[in-house]
């Protein structure tokens, strides 16, 4: 079976950092169809970072998308983290072909 599984979240304070990091499994897969989706309460979600280096305007300067440290991992830096950026963080493999997505993990930052 195909896992994507997400880790990193929690709570921060405005102008702190996080360090998102999906881990796939059971999925043989183009590091660059790897992206990072959020969703926050009453939006719909959003792209927020897609290999290898494309960012939505939000996050721009602040957000990395880089293949981790381990074997066939994402990360995602959060670095000046806003209010605003609060959201379940999701991971996702899109292909023509595939579309997997993580359990997603809770963002939350303080003002």
């Known amino acids: 079976q195909v896992q994507l599984v997400e880790s990193g979240g929690g709570l921060v304070q405005a102008g702190g950092s996080l360090r998102l990091s999906c881990a796939a499994s059971g999925i043989i897969f183009n590091i660059n169809d790897m992206d990072w989706y959020r969703q926050a309460p009453g939006k719909q979600r959003e792209l927020v970072a897609h290999?290898?280096?494309k960012y939505a305007d939000s996050v721009k300067g602040r957000f990395t998308i880089s293949r981790g440290n381990a074997k066939n991992t994402v990360d995602l830096q959060m670095n000046s983290l806003k209010p605003e950026d609060t959201a379940v963080y999701y991971c996702h493999i899109g292909t023509s072909r595939v579309n997997y997505w993580g359990q997603g993990t809770q963002v939350t930052v303080s003002s």
């Open positions: 290999m290898p280096q």
